[in-house]
């Protein structure tokens, strides 16, 4: 049954869940309903399930446009109908005071001069130099020194279009990608009195290894260099899903090539999924690894800066966990029960990941210790709804000992242990909270974290009930990167369910 003409899902949505909004459909997917899911004969027949079955207010596509007073006319739906998708739609517009004279809503008058302004700017630069991923740094590999001569090699060494992913508006003025800056072209600014080489050595995708001579080669003849590799729209973007995760094409082959020149060699990678890199993260020829995601506009900047120790802001964390490439032969993509199998993300899988959630070094150190913990034997609470005043209070100290400003976050994650009423439970862990903080050397930040019943709930397999459960629980605060402080909770009380599960 299509979500777009589920019953089920108006029921759970409007009537338990109490929403008060409006529901859109995708785009496209009212059309899918009789092209794709046959579910039923014609655009017609489509709209009667997903206005009134499904109460999808608003389609994404032309079926309304054109249906809806044909389907009014046959009698296939109801003017009340009609009447209800449009309050659900116009009630949302009326509190966000679109029917309000301009003069009185600000949103109506933002000048132009508000876009791109100064303030907006160093967002974007705060959040680019803040979402950089340091994964490996052996030997102090980075920073790269300055000033000497810098070989840039890779299919993204010269990227543009490729670090602002794909859904943007006009962000040149001739409409194309040219006022991008490049890792490369941000290189060649930032390496003063130095000299940069640009060389591709292979394609994205392409398994065409001419190239990868004339790479290492360059990288030979100078004192450090940089390997820009990952993956792109050409690869993954909506309506293209990949079958692998492992680097594609060449980029491997250019890698040991590279990192057998035997110079200082970092690698960046810029991607959006999972990319195998454990061959890279293994090599002794490379040093540094720098996860950049999909860094947007200023991402050649930041790269540079990453690179060079000019980033006060290094210290993010993996927002998703890496697995190796075999993990898509182990696990079935059409299963969607996320602890089947060898599971699936941080809180369930049971292999080891190339990568875990949550890592990230830092170009500077830190130490954590805790400031403030519950006392032997006092780390107890009661099943059922948390009283006031009912939370374990954690304050952790987080002090920079390097010489460095730079960022950590410092993670919370509880892990049952001994779950008697939870059997098939297949929770490894699971974060309820987490802070950055950002630490000029020398300095020391406090963060706290309350825990009580309610941070502690499970989910019952069986049921798929949201319960609060007797047992012990690790109360785990780390950096992601080696540093565990760790402490036992107990909960006690017979269990409780907090929230059942929808029935169909």
């Known amino acids: 049954m299509p979500t777009c003409a589920s019953p089920f899902l108006t029921r759970v949505l409007r009537d338990e869940w109490g929403f008060r909004g409006y529901v859109t459909s995708d785009s496209g997917a009212l059309e899918n309903i009789h092209n794709n899911h ?94 950089m991923v340091l994964l490996k740094n052996s030997g102090g590999a980075l920073p790269l020194a300055r000033g000497g001569r810098l070989a840039v090699i890779g299919p993204h060494a010269n990227a543009t279009a490729a670090m602002v992913g794909n859904y943007l508006g006009q962000l040149c003025a001739d409409n194309t990608f040219d006022c991008i800056v490049s890792p490369y072209l941000a290189l060649v600014a930032a390496n003063g009195g130095g000299s940069v080489t640009l060389t591709q050595g292979c394609g994205v995708s392409s398994n065409d290894t001419s190239g ?44 040991a090539a590279v990192a057998a020149a035997g110079k200082p060699t970092a690698l960046v990678l810029l991607h959006g999924g999972s990319l195998d890199v454990s061959a890279e993260r293994d090599s002794a020829g490379i040093g540094a690894i720098v996860d950049a995601g999909y860094p ?53 899988y049971t292999g080891a990941p190339v990568y875990s959630f949550g890592f990230g070094l830092a170009l500077t ?32 100290a987080v002090a ?50 309350a825990v009580d019943s309610a941070t502690l709930r499970m989910v019952d397999r069986r049921s798929g009930d949201t319960v609060s459960t007797p047992g012990a629980f690790d109360i785990v605060l780390t950096n992601g990167a080696g540093q565990d402080l760790t402490t036992r909770v107990e909960v006690q009380g017979q269990e409780v369910v907090v929230a059942r599960f929808p029935s169909a």
């Open 38 to 131: 046959n579910y039923t004969n014609s655009s017609l027949r489509t709209v009667p399930v997903a206005l009134r079955d499904g109460q999808t207010d608003v389609c994404s596509g032309a079926i309304y446009e054109q249906q809806l007073l044909p389907a009014l006319a046959a009698g296939l739906v109801a003017r009340e109908d009609i009447d209800l998708a449009l309050s659900h739609t116009l009630r949302l517009r009326f509190q966000l005071g679109l029917f309000d004279p301009p003069a009185s809503t600000p949103y109506w008058s933002i000048p132009l001069s508000r876009v791109a302004s100064p303030e907006a700017q160093a967002a974007n630069l705060l959040a680019t130099q803040e979402s």
């Open 296 to 348: 947007g506009f200023l991402g050649g900047a930041v790269i540079a800066q990453t690179l060079l120790g000019d980033n006060a802001h290094l210290g993010g964390k993996l927002a998703a966990t890496v697995y190796p490439a075999a993990f898509v032969e182990q696990s079935r993509m059409s299963d969607m029960e996320v602890d089947s199998g060898v599971g699936r993300g941080y809180r369930f």
């Open 400 to 449: 920079n000992t390097g010489a460095r400003a730079g960022d950590e976050v410092v993670q919370a994650y509880f892990a049952p242990r001994a779950t008697p009423a939870q059997p098939a439970s297949r929770l490894r862990r699971q974060l309820f909270g987490y802070a950055r903080v950002h630490l000029a050397p020398g300095g020391v930040a406090n963060v706290s974290f």
């Open 212 to 255: 990868i001579a004339a790479a290492a080669a360059a990288c030979a003849a100078a004192d450090a260099c940089v390997l820009l590799l990952g993956i792109d729209g050409s690869v993954e973007n909506e309506m293209r899903d990949r079958t692998s995760i492992d680097l594609p094409g060449a980029q491997h082959a250019l890698a």
């Open 365 to 396: 150190s830190f130490s954590l210790s805790l400031a403030a913990a519950p006392a032997p034997g006092a780390a107890v609470l009661a099943t059922g709804a948390a009283p006031s005043g009912a939370a374990l209070g954690f304050v952790v």
